[in-house]
């Protein structure tokens, strides 16, 4: 099988590239998989400290190649089947991944980011677009809807009306645009160089607190306000408890960089 994600760690970031440039990195089944087993993979390294997703070539990714996938139906029907240990499918889990990790990823977007791959992106934590590049949740056109855990990420994004009306008509905005509706986090004429900044940035901040926050957001963004609360009391007292935010606390008394230990063992669930 050809090596369709790339991946490089240098000094705590991992470096995770659709690469299939030729075809704007549309995804096929295999990509979905490989996206899946790397981040897994990346998952269980505790010397990581953040994630950036970018594409080869000149797009992030145009969705997923449906001339190639759909000559494998029964391959598929298997992707589309739930894995009721995790709650999600092939095609979910292919972004619902990231979310699954405890470090913050990037997604660098440039070129075309259309339907799945817009999908990926909202997986991630940030989105750093290109401000000319082309967001679409393009679904609309193919007749279809995004399942790629699209609902769900658009949902915690933007307004109800903007995401029926993205998701209803299929129409393309820029990345520009992307950030003024929510999509996007930041725009930067060189959206990689900009994820990496924004990710030494959060380096300056203790793994655990980092990580801490991750799983405290993602457990409670449509919670109630008391199991809200309940997380709040149970991290912060993990933290408390731990030897980044004492390190934390010396440095900054002292007015220093403070010296952190790789991120606790604390993944977060789902």
């Avoid at 705590?12 to 996206?35: C, F, H, I, W, Y």
């Avoid at 992307?178 to 030494?200: K, N």
């Amino acid at each position: 099988m050809s090596e369709l994600v790339t991946t490089s760690i240098d000094d705590g970031v991992a470096r995770v590239s659709l690469n299939r440039p030729d075809k704007l990195n549309a995804l096929t089944l295999d990509t979905l998989e490989q996206l899946i087993a790397t981040g897994q993979r990346l998952r269980s390294d505790r010397t990581l400290r953040s994630v950036v997703l970018s594409g080869e070539g000149d797009s992030f990714c145009a969705g997923l190649d449906f001339a190639t996938v759909l000559r494998e139906p029964r391959r598929v029907a298997a992707a589309f089947a739930v894995r009721p240990w995790r709650g999600t499918n092939v095609f979910q889990e292919a972004c619902w991944v990231w979310r699954r990790l405890p470090v913050p990823v990037i997604a660098a977007v440039q070129g075309h980011c259309l339907g799945g791959g817009v999908q990926i992106a909202l997986a991630a934590d940030f989105r750093v677009t290109a401000p000319d590049a082309r967001w679409s949740v393009l679904e609309a056109k193919w007749g279809i809807i995004p399942d790629m855990t699209g609902i769900k990420a658009l949902s915690q994004q933007v307004g109800m009306d903007v995401a029926k009306r993205l998701t209803m008509t299929g129409e393309t905005v820029t990345g520009s645009e992307a950030v003024r509706l929510g999509l996007a986090t930041q725009e930067d004429p060189d959206p990689y160089a900009g994820a990496l900044a924004l990710a030494a940035t959060i380096a300056e901040s203790s793994p655990d607190s980092v990580a801490a926050a991750k799983r405290l957001f993602n457990r409670t963004w449509s919670a109630s306000d008391r199991r809200t609360f309940r997380w709040e009391r149970l991290e912060q007292a993990r933290l408390l408890l731990g030897s980044n935010a004492a390190e934390a606390r010396r440095a900054n008394t002292r007015r220093e960089r403070p010296a952190y230990a790789p991120r606790a063992g604390i993944n977060p669930r789902g």
